[in-house]
């Protein structure tokens, strides 16, 4: 049976090794017919921690790892443009302390 791949957004990434994955689709009401909007959550193995918050990555299904991971991160899509503000922030002030001293 061959093993499903799908394409997803990380969405939290803070565990070791560990990737939160949504995969979002669309479905369309029985009755009315309109759209909805619904995503999938999947928990994915990264040996390498080589993806981050808001990275498009593929994923392909494998043996459970643990209780909730049943999937592994095949590569990289696409890297994030998410900017930290915060890091942005420090790193300014801390280039004002320099030109003061």
Known sequence: MPKRVEIGV???????KTRR????RLVKHPKY????????ICYVHD?????KLGDTVE?????P??????????RVVSKSRLVDVAAMRAAIRAEAEQETL
Do not use: Y
Request: aromatic share 6%; proline share 3%; charged share 40%.
């Open 21 to 24: 994955v949504e995969i979002p």
């Open 65 to 74: 790892m643990s209780r909730t991971k049943r999937w592994s991160l095949v």
């Open 10 to 16: 990380v969405t939290r990434d803070k565990t070791a």
């Open 33 to 40: 017919g309109k759209f909805l909007r619904r995503r999938t």
């Open 59 to 63: 994923i392909a299904e494998c043996r």
């Open 47 to 51: 040996e390498q921690n080589e993806s």
